[in-house]
């Protein structure tokens, strides 16, 4: 299996044959476009250049060097230090939540963890969940099973998002049987 670095290279490399356009020509686009703010550049090369939603997150990481992966490297850091970061203060409650899933997800299979700014992501040849506070009192559970259908707990996204379905999880004990089989579907789909 490929390792992270190794995919987020391909996807870049992806990124300039789909553009025409060199990493640092990109990066020129967004700094001379007066745009600071992620979601306003990440909209700006989905537009502009018509790439999908992953493509230009991470494109924007990449130029803003914002994602949890370059934080830590900056800093000396490793996933778990960085993980530990995002529960801390009045997050921390949550850790048992964040620990429940992963040791779920750990009896999968091989993936790889990619700490960003705030949640991890989960990938195998492609991500296949991402998981992190979405409040002080909640968990969210992005899982991405295209053509899933919805339930109260599963919730749909819209279209053209990092996940198709959430899952919101405000308790460990919420981490059932129902959680554990919509991450294995997602798992099994992302191989």
């Given at each position: 299996m490929a390792t992270l670095e190794q995919a987020v290279q391909t996807?870049?490399?992806?990124?300039q044959k789909k553009t025409g356009r060199t990493l640092d020509e990109?990066?020129?686009?967004?700094h001379n476009s007066g745009l600071t703010k992620h979601g306003a550049l990440?909209?700006?090369f989905k537009t502009q250049f018509g790439l999908g939603?992953?493509?230009a997150n991470t494109l924007v990481h990449m130029?803003?060097?914002s994602d949890g992966s370059s934080a830590a490297l900056d800093k000396g850091l490793s996933s778990d230090d960085v993980v530990d970061a995002i529960y801390t203060g009045p997050k921390a409650a949550l850790r048992p939540i964040h620990d429940a899933v992963m040791a779920h997800a750990r009896k999968l299979g091989e993936f790889e963890i990619?700490?960003?700014?705030g949640y991890i992501s989960l990938r195998r040849k492609k991500q296949f969940a991402m998981l992190g506070p979405a409040t002080n009192t909640r968990v969210e559970l992005g899982?991405?099973?295209k053509g899933a259908e919805g339930t109260e707990r599963l919730l749909e996204q819209p279209a053209?998002?990092?996940c198709s379905h959430k899952v919101k999880l405000t308790d460990a004990a919420e981490v059932d049987g129902d959680v554990v089989a919509w991450l294995k579907q997602a798992y099994d789909t992302a191989g």
């Open positions: 996807q870049l490399a992806n990124i990109l990066a020129a686009v967004a990440r909209d700006m939603h992953g493509d130029i803003l060097k990619a700490p960003k700014k899982l991405n099973m053209g998002g990092m």
